[in-house]
């Protein structure tokens, strides 16, 4: 008997150097994950992260807890390769802010490590995860 995607369990990776955290869960025939955003660290950088609290519009209330913390991004990998994103913090506005070319290409080396953790959840599709687009595939 199959688990309901709720009562699948949430994991979690720490992404220090993109300063990202993913939860994720994998819900056959996709990845399930949520992203959270690294704004600091207590202590140095192997001290206990700290994220913006949600609805936090102007600034400066940061927490250990991602239960509260602000969402980043959530969405799937689907066993195909497709994938599916949804940018929490500018959901409303249809703009995501960089402060630096770092800022913007963290995003894509974001998503080399969320089709990672898709191919170690499902190794049975790695081919359709690993695709590469070319003319032939457009």
Not at 60 to 73: K, L, M, P, Q, Y
Not at 98 to 124: H, K, Q, W
Request: glycine fraction near 6%.
């Amino acid at each position: 008997m199959s688990q309901e995607p709720e009562d699948i369990p949430w994991k979690t990776k720490e992404l220090r150097d993109l300063r990202f955290v993913v939860r994720h869960r994998h819900d056959h025939p996709m990845l399930e994950f949520e992203v959270y955003e690294v704004v600091g660290f207590e202590g140095d950088e192997d001290a206990t992260i700290l994220f913006s609290e949600k609805d936090n519009h102007s600034g400066g209330r940061f927490t250990s807890d991602i239960a509260i913390a602000e969402r980043f991004a959530d969405g799937e990998v689907r066993f195909d390769g497709c994938a599916n994103v949804m940018f929490d913090e500018c959901q409303n506005n249809v703009m995501l802010h960089g402060c630096s070319r770092e800022d913007m290409t963290r995003i894509g080396n974001l998503f080399d490590v969320l089709y990672d953790i898709a191919i170690e959840a499902m190794p049975e599709h790695r081919d359709y995860l690993e695709r590469r687009r070319t003319k032939e595939t457009a």
